[in-house]
């Protein structure tokens, strides 16, 4: 079985730069959307392992997407959120709402790759 990640990102380079990453790291079954209204439906329709969000979305952001998908799916969906600034508050909050992990993007997405790595070797 593959690892399905959805990667819920709305800035168009980052998502490239995440696809990117995520490959090179050998992950190779990605989807991505543009929205957390977009990420809930997804998850609704497709067998995800993973979902990647960031925390700053059009519409619902990251951490009501997290807690939307955790109320679908609960424990068979695990959420790493990420955000571009370094927020002790957003740490918590991603938390609150169910993330099983949290993570800074930086420009080579080290951080993003590890919480992927830690989820999948569970």
């Given amino acids: 079985m593959s690892n399905k990640i959805l990667v819920i990102e709305d800035n168009e380079q980052d998502q490239k730069i995440l696809k990117r990453y995520l490959n090179k790291a050998g992950y190779e079954d ?16 497709g067998d995800f392992q993973l ?23 609960g424990q068979s969906v695990k959420v790493i959120v990420m955000t571009g600034a370094v927020d002790a508050v957003d740490a918590v909050q ?29």
């Fill in 94 to 122: 991603a938390r609150e709402m169910g993330a099983d992990d949290y993570c800074v993007k930086t420009s080579d997405c080290g951080p993003i790759i590890e919480a992927v790595k830690n989820i999948f070797e569970k």
């Fill in 30 to 45: 990605i989807t991505i959307v543009d929205s957390g209204e977009k990420g809930v439906e997804a998850v609704k329709s």
């Fill in 51 to 73: 979902v990647v969000t960031d925390t700053n979305l059009p519409g619902i952001n990251g951490h009501q997407a997290c807690k939307a998908i955790k109320d679908l799916k």
